[in-house]
């Protein structure tokens, strides 16, 4: 049996920010999702799909060393 600090269940955009936070204090996280998410391809279709990210977002994105990829994918 496998033991973990903390469980997340669904790793989107907050799950995943929260994750790594969580991981960077030296905790033992599991993420739990209902399938794998694709690979991230420069060549895949656009997506329409819009999120909108606060200043205060940003600044944590930025803390978890995670902004500048979101960026690379605009």
Known sequence: MTNFDVIIVCGGMTGMAASIAL???GLKI????RRA????CS???YDI?????????EQLLQSLNAWSS???MR
């Not at 599991?30 to 999702?33: C, F, H, K, N, R």
């Not at 998410?37 to 991230?40: A, S």
């Not at 799909?49 to 977002?57: C, K, N, P, T």
Request: proline letters at 8%.
């Open 23 to 25: 991981a960077d204090l």
């Open 70 to 72: 979101l960026t690379q």
């Open 30 to 33: 599991a993420v739990i999702e």
């Open 37 to 40: 998410p694709n690979e991230y």
């Open 43 to 45: 060549s895949q279709p």
């Open 49 to 57: 799909r819009v999120s909108a990210i606060s200043l205060g977002s």
